[in-house]
T-cell receptor, first 114, second 111 residues
Framework: DAGITQSPRHKVTETGTPVTLRCHQT?????MYWYRQDPGHGLRLIHY???????DKGEVSDGYSVSRSKTEDFLLTLESATSSQTSVYFC?????????????FGPGTRLTVT | SQQGEEDPQALSIQEGENATMNCSYKTSINNLQWYRQNSGRGLVHLILIRSNEREKHSGRLRVTLDTSKKSSSLLITASRAADTASYFCATDNFGNEKLTFGTGTRLTIIP
């Protein structure tokens, strides 16, 4: 497996609380991505990063923010969690730009918002 | 909205048989990728096929791409119990930097 870890792996939180998920890589890949996976929707891109301090929105970015202050870490923050954000969150990395390179996925974080 | 859509949604076959799943997409692409996801795990990349390629092999996997029909197929030959997983196709929109994943085909291999 590529050197990608996600923390926490499981989290239960209450509506309205802030939540931060962390993705850490040891591969020195430039590109990092956050997806959410929900039944019937497959994987949907939330935000991605193409370098330190360089980020952009994906398909379902509302209610989420990201930060990348170091190559190895990509943080996903839910400023005020809602029940609709209950999901499994995956981080992914890729060596190269655009979609010509495969993505390597982390093990996922299961988030439940009550 | 999904760019890639897999078909069938679920497939059960006997061990040793071949499994075929299909992916259809809507707009022109630069390339198409297939991923596998075992239950409770992250996705694992299987094959990337570029728009100017028609067929690609990797071990027991064979992927075809028909850009005129906007479709791709993944064939797994001589299936094994360990092939039980969900399989996703992922496509780009021509010139887009992001992959769009389908909802997947859930493959069950019956021992």
């Amino acid at each position: 497996d590529a050197g990608i870890t996600q923390s926490p792996r499981h989290k239960v939180t209450e509506t309205g609380t802030p939540v931060t998920l962390r993705c850490h890589q040891t591969e020195n890949h430039r590109y990092m991505y956050w997806y959410r996976q929900d039944p019937g929707h497959g994987l949907r891109l939330i935000h991605y990063s193409y370098g330190v301090k360089d980020t952009d929105k994906g398909e379902v970015s509302d209610g989420y923010s990201v930060s990348r202050s170091k190559t190895e870490d990509f943080l996903l923050t839910l400023e005020s969690a809602t029940s609709s954000q209950t999901s499994v969150y995956f981080c992914a990395i890729s060596h190269g730009p655009k979609t010509s390179y495969e993505q390597y996925f982390g093990p996922g974080t299961r988030l439940t918002v009550t | 909205s999904q760019q890639g859509e897999e078909d069938p949604q679920a497939l059960s076959i006997q061990e040793g048989e071949n499994a075929t799943m299909n992916c259809s997409y809507k707009t022109s692409i630069n390339n198409l990728q297939w991923y596998r996801q075992n239950s409770g795990r992250g996705l694992v990349h299987l094959i990337l096929i570029r728009s100017n390629e028609r067929e690609k092999h990797s071990g027991r996997l064979r992927v075809t791409l028909d850009t005129s029909k906007k479709s791709s197929s993944l064939l797994i030959t001589a299936s094994r119990a360990a092939d039980t997983a969900s399989y996703f196709c992922a496509t780009d929109n021509f010139g887009n930097e992001k992959l769009t994943f389908g909802t997947g085909t859930r493959l069950t291999i019956i021992p």
